[in-house]
């Protein structure tokens, strides 16, 4: 019994030595114990699943991931640096980020994207560098950029950007946060043609002195054209039932006997 007692003892011992279980690395990635897992050029057409949730540092470069949907990253709690250049990205969702709070940099660079809308990186309220260069941007919504309270870097160049009225949210933004936009003469006009390859940050206040007219938007006309034929039929509607209401009116005065027997009144 005493022996017995003795071996169970050291075989405790051995277990509280053994080392804990790794945390799980997808097969196709390559992972570190410092929590950097890298899953560049694997031709993933998705995020991998089975990511441990110490990572701290996802390289998802050069492959082959088109859509970020909802939720399409598990719960990384740790996760400072996200890397998805030279993917074929065309789209992400507005809950394609939930859970990455923590992340400090994010690179899209060299893909597809041409809108992006400010629910999307609502969750990442530390996100201090952001890379978009590289897409097919043609504008970007200010909104976009004020979900980014922690932003110090960004980067916009090699997109084909139209300089229409419709920038002037994002030349504005620009113009207060010059420090924060890097590659600055790299920020060029695309359409139109006149002003193709015009430095976005070379424009003037005066550049925009007709955008800043007075205007009427799409929803105005949409409401004109909803109000005004209402309006032209309730006008007809009005006058008809007053004519009706006056003729009735003169014909009880001219024989007052329709009042006690209106199935003999007749409309002279």
Avoid at 44 to 52: F, G, H, K, T
Avoid at 69 to 80: K, M, N, Q
Avoid at 83 to 93: D, V
Avoid at 166 to 194: F, Y
């Amino acid at each position: 019994m005493g022996c017995w007692r003795g071996s169970s003892a050291v075989l405790v011992c051995l277990l509280l030595l053994r080392p804990l279980p790794s945390p799980a690395c997808p097969t196709v990635c390559h992972c570190s114990s410092s929590g950097e897992v890298d899953c560049s050029a694997h031709a993933l057409r998705e995020v991998p699943q089975s990511l441990a949730t110490n990572t701290s540092t996802l390289w998802l470069g050069y492959n082959f991931i088109t859509v970020l949907g909802p939720r399409s990253f598990p719960p990384l709690p740790g996760l400072l640096l996200l890397s998805l250049p030279h993917n074929r990205l065309g789209l992400i969702h507005r809950q394609a980020l939930l859970g990455l709070g923590a992340l400090k940099e994010l690179d899209l660079s060299n893909n597809y994207l041409t809108v992006l809308t400010p629910e999307t990186f609502l969750p990442l309220t530390s996100l201090v560098t952001l890379n978009l260069g590289s897409n097919r941007l043609e504008g970007l919504e200010p909104g976009v950029l004020q979900s980014l309270p922690q932003l110090q870097a960004l980067l916009l160049q090699d997109n084909p950007w139209a300089c229409s009225c419709d920038i002037l949210p994002l030349w504005r933004w620009l113009s207060h946060n010059r420090e924060k936009v890097q590659e600055k003469s790299l920020l060029l006009c695309r359409v139109p043609e006149r002003l193709n390859k015009y430095p976005i940050m070379a424009f003037g206040n005066e550049s925009f002195r007709q955008c800043q007219e007075i205007s009427l938007s799409a929803w105005h006309y949409i409401v004109f054209l909803t109000i005004g034929p209402f309006s032209f039929m309730a006008s007809i509607f009005f006058c008809t039932f007053m004519g009706f209401i006056t003729v009735v009116y003169h014909n009880l005065r001219r024989d007052p006997r329709c009042w006690r027997r209106p199935r003999i009144c007749r409309v002279h």
